[in-house]
């Protein structure tokens, strides 16, 4: 069996798909701080403003202006060939490896197309605009119904599955990411102290560059599908 493969992506490569990346030079968030739309307490203060805030960007998630590229398809046929012995972990929300074929995903901070109901803890899928009025289908309570994002504040999802992949790969790369967010920045040395080779794919430097042992700069769509068809050419 090939050694485990775990693949980590990040706002980059999203953002050649049409998906703004949240911040700006000013540390906003398509106009807004992050403390305004993205913490529990903001949900709690201001609902509609967090509603009105995930609703635009799900309806650009599901526009015609957004598709998978050839990175993410790229990633989904390593899938296809490796099966078991690949992880794609993500820290976007959107669907987008999803829509182009991958199964095995774990989105660590949440997903744009589910909701979670704040009383039961019931998620579900859906692709219409959340309002306080809405009720949960499992409990029936109206108002508690949040976007299955995980906030400044909060966990992300499946940690202790994340941590044990990663420290028992031998390929860990990582795609179109800042290097700034944890704990997602450090999986890197996770994978390295369990012996893994990594690499990095960026169109810039991220912050954690030093950590892997090689790094390639340019577009995912641009780098990734290479990569990916010497991956598939390596197999016995």
């Known amino acids: ?9 990040g706002a980059g490569i999203s953002a050649e798909s049409g998906i703004r990346t949240f911040r700006d030079p000013n540390g906003l968030w398509e106009g807004h701080r992050p403390e305004e739309v993205a913490t529990p307490e ?66 660590m ?6 909701k979670r109901c704040s009383f039961c803890q019931a998620v579900s899928s859906f692709d219409e605009d959340l ?21 400044f504040g909060e966990m992300p999802f499946e940690l202790d599955r994340i ?3 990663v420290s028992g790969c031998g390929l860990f790369a990582a795609i179109g990411t800042s290097g700034v967010v944890e704990p997602a920045a450090s999986l890197v040395h996770d994978a390295r102290t369990s012996g893994a080779n990594t690499i990095c794919f960026s169109l810039e430097s991220p912050e954690n560059r030093g950590a892997f042992a090689e790094f390639v700069e340019g577009k995912a769509g641009d780098t990734v599908p290479p990569w990916a068809n010497e991956m598939i050419a390596s197999q016995p």
């Open 1 to 9: 069996m090939h050694p485990k493969i775990v693949v980590l992506t």
């Open 42 to 107: 903001a949900f709690s203060r201001d609902p509609e403003l967090v509603y009105r805030f995930y609703n635009a960007r799900r309806r650009l998630l599901i526009s015609s202006e957004v598709a998978p590229n050839a990175a993410h398809i790229a990633l989904a046929r390593l899938e296809q060939v490796f099966g078991d012995s690949f992880l794609l972990i993500t820290q976007n929300v959107d669907d987008l490896h999803e829509r182009a074929g991958s199964q095995r995903v774990i989105h």
């Open 109 to 114: 901070h949440g997903e744009l197309m589910k």
């Open 131 to 151: 309002t306080i009025h809405a009720k949960c289908v499992s409990c029936g309570k109206e108002g508690g119904l949040r976007p299955h994002i995980v906030w």
């Open 163 to 165: 941590w044990s992949e």
